[in-house]
């Protein structure tokens, strides 16, 4: 996984500035998320992985899973990407791309998980001290994980904030039986 996300990273960027540059990072985000989610396919990735088909064969095949035509700089990322045998890099070329745009625009999506459904108003509480901490705009997505006995574990990207009743009595033990 992470030597994908190194092979990918310089597509990501480039095409982040260009979008950037055509001030269609909205765009962009979209035409890339559908993509990743065409190449996730299988039957995509067997036409992929077909040493028979052309480079530039699959591009238009792949280009095709597309409901309207697609503008003209995608069909040409696309065809980059086809050309370097770098199509299944998708995934990973959207994933980064909406970090990028995360950080432009100061913004960070959290899962947390509870112990108990969180009110609007505790949501809102842990939204806007998460801000604060953060500095960033935080989107919130919310999971129940009874199991938590109380408190919250929050995530994004690969930080963990274990402030869970079952984190400190897992703590405890650990500190306890050495």
Do not use: H
Request: a negative charge; aromatic letters at 6%.
């Amino acid at each position: 996984m992470a030597e994908l996300t190194t092979l990918a990273r310089p597509y990501a960027k480039a095409v982040f500035d260009a979008a950037q540059d055509q001030n269609a990072v909205d765009q962009w985000d979209q035409a890339l998320a559908f993509a990743a989610q065409v190449a996730a396919d299988q039957e995509v990735k067997n036409i992929l992985a077909n040493p028979g088909l052309s480079e530039q064969r699959k591009a238009e095949l792949f280009a095709e899973c597309f409901e309207e035509p697609l503008p003209e700089a995608l069909r040409n990322f696309l065809l980059i990407l086809a050309e370097n045998k770098r199509l299944a890099l998708l995934p990973e070329i959207s994933a980064l791309f909406a970090l990028y745009r995360a950080d432009l625009e100061k913004s960070v999506k959290l899962t947390i998980e509870t112990a108990f459904e969180l009110s609007a108003g505790e949501q809102q509480k842990l939204i806007d001290a998460l801000s604060k901490k953060l500095e960033r705009k935080v989107e919130l997505e919310s999971a129940v994980d009874q199991s938590l006995i109380g408190g919250v574990v929050v995530r994004t990207g690969d930080l963990v904030i274990d402030a869970s009743v079952r984190g400190k009595l897992a703590k405890m033990a650990k500190a306890l039986g050495s």
